[in-house]
């Protein structure tokens, strides 16, 4: 198998074996863009060398052969001080991990070769400065010493010069530094600085290897979903530099704004300076404009580049270049990372200018960036003034208190939320960015570390504060001397650069134009009906607005719960006649009417699936042990005669709670079995429900209400409730469909059972997965996240469908529902149904419907539409 190939003779590679920076460079060589030469060694190498514990056989053969050609291409040769060939090396992953992995630049100076480079190009300076570079990101990345002690060295020599910035330094002074860096090299690693090109480039190699293994690039995958197995490509290439003076320079750009989306190129660069400098926000850069004055002619080179990129992947481009001596080179072009707002405006712009079609468009808009959109903003009018104002890198607003490192971030993210504030962040900071509500870097531009993952992470963010000073050791930050030490609150607004002391009040994210265009396009795709869980009015009327197609589930027992009807309802569970009984069903239907007036009003003409009370009775009841703490004490006093009436009322309360109480409850008198045992009360909820329905349907309205009887485990016990329904429905002259919810195991074995006795069937997921797994929903938090960091569960199944174990008692109930009732509706109305991987398989199996929290509609739309698609591309092609 081949493991190496130049980037001329990757042609028609894809990025599962060159990674995307790989695939990039491949097809701008092919493009004839200005790219240095080089060549990948592919993922597979990276994969075998997880496998084996060691490289593939003729690796090493494989990379001088190519280096070879490069030696032949360039006229310059690896390790020769008199026409000195230098390198980099990049990793290049199939999905885009900015800043995650490792890389090394100017592979190829030793003390030979630098005195060499210094001669040729009559710069020692510039070659000092490259060498010391070498020796702080080798030691970094294949030794393992900590990078601050090369950067402090750095620190206190420009301290001893009086120089604020690295571009002070004369080339004496670098000399000094690099023989300072070699004796931090020497002490921290035990030998000196290799002196073998030859030996750099194969332990940078192996370094970006095992740089796919590190935790950075662990937690960023994890974070991101991405597979653990893929590995990443190594790309060598031949170096080109930014640091060669003022017609030289290092920058970033992107084809389109990545945090609006609007159609301008959007970028930053440095002059006389290394790709890193950019990236890692060590210096703050000048905005991409600014290159027209400086050097005109590469501007234009650039624009003309970057519109040709966008043209041909049909995308926004991420792109980074380097300037040397007045010449272009383009580094690397990848789809570039976008805020959720730019993300709808990009799709929606490149529909319209005839670049993809609808299709295309809703594929590209990730589900996370639905939810990013409603991401809370500052209320307005909220009359603060701004402690600063600085880069708007990531939108969106936070509220939390100050924290200076990563690890911090985590620790006191468990207890409240917090803002990482640091000079800049780096690739290992990636646990305290996921952990925190919004960043602030003293450091870096709209391109840097900081700025590019927070947006890929929806995370707020700003940058490049100038005006922050940032004392980590004493744990404060200081602004025009004003002091705000860690633990205290401020609130981070990414969306305007600006950040407040103190906490300001945050209100929802306005969804755009350009949301509503594409959902509606995803509507025309997608097979699935999406409906909403809604028990009220108001969330029916947010359900509506969001484009639910009507309530998968209407909670009935929700309405019960208010601080008012509390007592009708213990009223009627207590009481100790029938007529006391039927006076406060009487009182509760009046309620429960209102209730289900208001909803099928919001939902007026769209399907609303009524599930009659499920929980069990004693849910309505004070807690046990409270109530027998408090009978204990009332009987080891004397009692006024109110607490003696407090004291009888209450020993018949516990007398009848400890009647009513049961050791599993969810296992108990609930669901179906509570409308057996005590149907009074599902005759109650259909009256209520046929009288709403009657007025609502004299008013000239249309209402569409279905019935829905929850935890039936038997078709006996649906035929038996559903005979209940239907004597109640008779006296108001009423006919609704009549389904049921499968919650349990048996129910799903038994599909074609219940579907001879109903009209539709709905699957409550979340009960289903409780009592398949035999976890308890309520406790299983306790162990869950351990048994995900250790690997036996692959994710927690009650946020994501598990396929294996539920998903195959699902599939066996539609199938034998099918056979039995073929126009059966099937559904699903467990928070499943608004997960993206299980509506995909919700698609898969053939359900008609799935019914999600009013907040998560958006998001279940366009996942019902990327299911749709995905499947129409797995179809096979009939000849």
């Known amino acids: 198998m081949k493991h190496v190939y130049t980037f001329s003779e990757a042609q028609g590679l894809g990025k599962d074996q060159l990674g995307g920076k790989g695939a990039g460079l491949a097809a701008m060589t092919a493009l004839g863009l200005p790219v240095p030469p080089g060549f990948t060694v592919t993922t597979d190498a990276c994969r075998s060398y997880y496998m084996h514990r060691q490289t593939p056989v003729n690796l090493w053969q494989d990379v001088q052969d190519a280096l070879q050609q490069l030696e032949h291409q360039t006229g310059k040769q690896f390790g020769n001080p008199e026409r000195p060939l230098l390198l980099s090396v990049r990793s290049g992953a199939r999905f885009s991990m900015p800043g995650m992995m490792d890389t090394i630049l100017n592979l190829g100076l030793t003390d030979e070769v630098v005195a060499g480079l210094a001669t040729l190009t009559g710069d020692a300076r510039f070659a000092q400065d490259a060498y010391r570079r070498l020796i702080q990101m080798f030691g970094d990345v294949v030794v393992g010493i900590p990078r601050h002690h090369f950067e402090t060295a750095l620190e206190d020599l420009k301290a001893s010069r009086e120089v604020h910035s690295d571009l002070g330094l004369t080339a004496e002074d670098l000399t000094e530094l690099v023989a300072t860096y070699k004796r931090i090299f020497k002490r921290h690693a035990g030998f000196e600085f290799p002196q073998s090109p030859q030996f750099q480039l194969q332990e940078a190699i192996l370094a970006v290897f095992k740089s796919w293994g590190n935790r950075r690039a662990a937690t960023y995958r994890?974070?991101?979903?991405?597979?653990?197995?893929?590995?990443?490509?190594?790309?060598?290439?031949?170096?080109?530099?930014?640091?060669?003076?003022?017609?030289?320079?290092?920058?970033?750009?992107?084809?389109?704004?990545?945090?609006?989306?609007?159609?301008?190129?959007?970028?930053?660069?440095?002059?006389?300076?290394?790709g890193e400098d950019v990236v890692a926000g060590i210096r703050t850069p000048l905005p991409l404009s600014d290159l027209k004055k400086h050097l005109p002619e590469v501007y234009e080179q650039l624009m003309t580049t970057a519109q040709l990129l966008e043209d041909h992947f049909r995308d926004m481009q991420d792109f980074e270049f380097t300037i040397e001596d007045g010449k272009l080179y383009m580094l690397q072009t990848r789809a570039g990372k976008r805020s959720a707002r730019a993300a709808f405006r990009i799709a929606r712009d490149l529909v319209q200018e005839g670049r993809i079609t609808r299709e295309e468009a809703v594929t590209r808009i990730e589900l996370d960036a639905l939810e990013q959109l409603l991401y809370p903003q500052p209320v307005p009018g909220h009359g603060k003034t701004p402690l600063l104002k600085a880069l708007p890198a990531s939108p969106g607003a936070a509220v939390g208190v100050v924290v200076f490192s990563a690890d911090e971030a985590v620790e006191v993210a468990k207890e409240q939320p917090c803002i990482l504030v640091t000079l800049e962040t780096s690739p290992e900071d990636i646990h305290g960015m996921a952990s925190a509500q919004g960043i602030l870097t003293a450091r870096g531009g709209m391109t840097s570390h900081a700025a590019v993952v927070a947006r890929g992470m929806g995370c707020p963010a700003v940058v490049g504060a100038d005006e922050l000073r940032v004392d980590r050791e004493a744990g404060l930050m200081k602004v025009r001397g004003q002091v705000i030490r860690a633990g205290e609150?401020?609130?981070?607004?990414?969306?305007?650069?600006?950040?407040?002391?103190?906490?300001?009040?945050?209100?929802?994210?306005?969804?755009?134009?350009?949301?509503?265009?594409?959902?509606?396009?995803?509507?025309?795709?997608?097979?699935?009906?999406?409906?909403?869980?809604?028990?009220?009015?108001?969330?029916?009327?947010?359900?509506?607005?969001?484009?639910?197609?009507?309530?998968?589930?209407?909670?009935?027992?929700?309405?019960f719960f208010s601080e008012e009807r509390i007592p009708l309802v213990r009223k009627m569970i207590l009481a100790p006649t029938p007529q006391e009984e039927l006076e406060a069903l009487r009182d509760l239907q009046d309620l429960q009417r209102l209730d289900f007036e208001g909803i099928l009003l919001a939902m007026d003409g769209l399907p609303v699936t009524v599930r009659l009370m499920d929980p069990p009775l004693h849910e309505f009841l004070p807690q046990l042990p409270e109530l027998l703490v408090r009978v204990t004490q009332?009987?080891?006093?004397?009692?006024?005669?109110?607490?003696?009436?407090?004291?009888?009322?209450?020993?018949?309360?516990?007398?009848?709670?400890?009647?009513?109480h049961e050791v599993n409850p969810m296992m108990g008198l609930r669901g179906a079995r509570l409308g057996i045992t005590r149907p009074s009360i599902i005759c109650m909820q259909v009256h209520a429900l046929a009288r709403a329905t009657r007025d609502l349907l004299s008013?000239?309205?249309?209402?569409?209400?279905?019935?829905?009887?929850?935890?039936?485990?038997?078709?006996?016990?649906m035929a038996y409730v559903r005979h209940i329904v239907e004597e109640v429905l008779a006296s108001h002259d009423l006919h609704l469909p009549i389904g049921s919810m499968i919650e349990v195991p048996r129910a799903c074995l038994v599909g074609g059972q219940l579907a001879s006795n109903a009209d539709f069937l709905s699957f409550g997921t979340n009960d289903l997965t409780q009592m398949t797994y035999g976890y308890s929903r309520d406790d299983a938090a306790r162990f869950l996240g351990t048994y995900v960091e250790k690997g036996i569960l692959q994710f927690d199944p009650f946020t994501r469908l598990d396929e294996d174990g539920v998903g195959s008692l699902i599939r066996l109930a539609v199938q034998d529902a099918r056979r039995k009732a073929p126009h059966i509706k099937l559904g699903v109305c467990g928070e499943h149904g608004g997960e993206k991987h299980s509506i995909a398989f919700f698609h898969q199996v053939g359900l008609d419907y799935v019914s999600c929290s009013p907040f998560r509609l958006l998001s279940a739309r366009l996942a019902a539409a990327h299911a749709a698609l995905k499947s129409w591309k797995e179809e096979p092609v009939l000849a």
């Open 222 to 274: 994890k974070l991101h979903h991405i597979p653990d197995d893929l590995g990443t490509a190594a790309n060598v290439q031949v170096m080109v530099f930014g640091n060669l003076g003022e017609t030289s320079g290092t920058g970033v750009g992107f084809t389109r704004n990545p945090n609006s989306g609007q159609k301008e190129i959007f970028g930053e660069f440095l002059l006389n300076a290394q």
């Open 489 to 559: 609150t401020i609130t981070l607004n990414g969306s305007t650069g600006e950040i407040f002391l103190g906490e300001l009040p945050l209100q929802e994210g306005e969804v755009q134009e350009e949301v509503f265009e594409l959902l509606c396009w995803a509507d025309g795709i997608r097979q699935l009906e999406v409906r909403a869980n809604a028990d009220t009015p108001q969330d029916a009327e947010r359900a509506r607005n969001n484009g639910a197609q009507g309530i998968g589930l209407c909670r009935t027992e929700h309405m």
């Open 699 to 717: 008013r000239g309205k249309r209402p569409r209400p279905e019935i829905m009887i929850p935890l039936t485990g038997t078709g006996e016990e």
């Open 634 to 660: 009332l009987s080891q006093q004397e009692r006024s005669e109110t607490e003696e009436l407090e004291f009888q009322e209450s020993s018949q309360l516990l007398e009848r709670v400890r009647e009513l």
